[in-house]
């Protein structure tokens, strides 16, 4: 099993750029989401997915467009990087709402660099 | 608002000795806590869920408790091994929908020397 796949594993932008994060998972899972790491805080949701064709924004949603036209794939895109974005961005799946009992799945990451 | 502190920060333990992790939260209504091991330049992966009505949960050299009256979580390391060391994240879930729905505290950063 794959699992979560995402890609780049890592990316350098310059101020501006636009770039899309892809994240694909082979679960069959109806629960995907965007987060993102900085060092010394804890993870930040940035969208979420309950199913394909539903969307909804997190906590740190600004700067961040997201898609779900599968149940497999969930993009996330940068409209315009800004520096401010530099972080290390994961996605996870999960069988069901995270308000129930079933483990988050996450990626590998994806470290952003903008400059 | 919702919050999750971890304590220490971190630490350094001797391959072999045990250690113990510290979780407190603040966080209402409770639906289940959780506990993450991520390894340097992965993703987090899942060692235990617990519910409100669970007080210990085992998953190998792995013991986690829970005291819901005082909103305390410990994970315990029997053992430890190189491998071990690892970030140790843990993860407060409520019975809320969206964006509220997860706060993650912001790990305790385990290194098992030989």
């Known amino acids: 099993n794959a699992g979560v796949t995402q890609t780049p594993k890592f990316q350098v932008l310059k101020t501006g750029q636009s770039m899309t994060l892809q994240c694909a998972q082979d679960?069959?899972?109806?629960?995907m989401s965007w987060y993102r790491q900085d060092p010394g805080m804890g993870l930040r949701l940035i969208h979420y997915?309950?199913?394909?064709?539903?969307?909804d924004q997190g906590e740190v949603p600004n700067g961040y467009n997201v898609s779900r036209s599968t149940t497999e794939d969930f993009p996330l895109r940068l409209l315009s990087a800004a520096p401010s974005q530099t972080s290390v961005y994961f996605c996870?799946?999960?069988?069901?709402?995270?308000?129930?009992?079933?483990?988050?799945?996450f990626g590998n990451g994806t470290r952003l660099t903008v400059t | 608002k919702n919050q999750v502190e971890q304590s220490p920060q971190s630490l350094i333990i001797l391959e072999g000795k045990n250690c113990t992790l510290q979780?407190?939260?603040?966080?209402?209504?409770?639906?289940?806590l959780r506990w993450y091991k991520q390894d340097t330049g992965r993703g987090p992966v899942s060692l235990t869920i617990?519910?409100?009505?669970?007080n210990t949960k085992s998953n190998g050299r792995y013991t986690a408790t829970l005291d819901a009256d005082t909103k305390q979580s410990s994970l315990h390391i029997t053992a430890s091994q190189l491998s071990d060391s690892a970030s140790y994240i843990c993860?407060?879930?409520?019975?809320?929908?969206?964006?509220?729905?997860?706060?993650f505290g912001s790990g305790t950063r385990l290194q098992v020397q030989p």
């Open positions: 996870a799946s999960s069988y069901t709402d995270v308000r129930y009992n079933s483990p988050l799945h």
């Open positions: 679960m069959n899972h109806e629960y």
């Open positions: 997915s309950v199913g394909a064709g539903i969307t």
């Open positions: 979780c407190n939260y603040t966080v209402s209504p409770f639906s289940n």
């Open positions: 617990m519910t409100f009505s669970e």
């Open positions: 993860v407060v879930s409520v019975r809320d929908t969206g964006r509220r729905a997860l706060t």
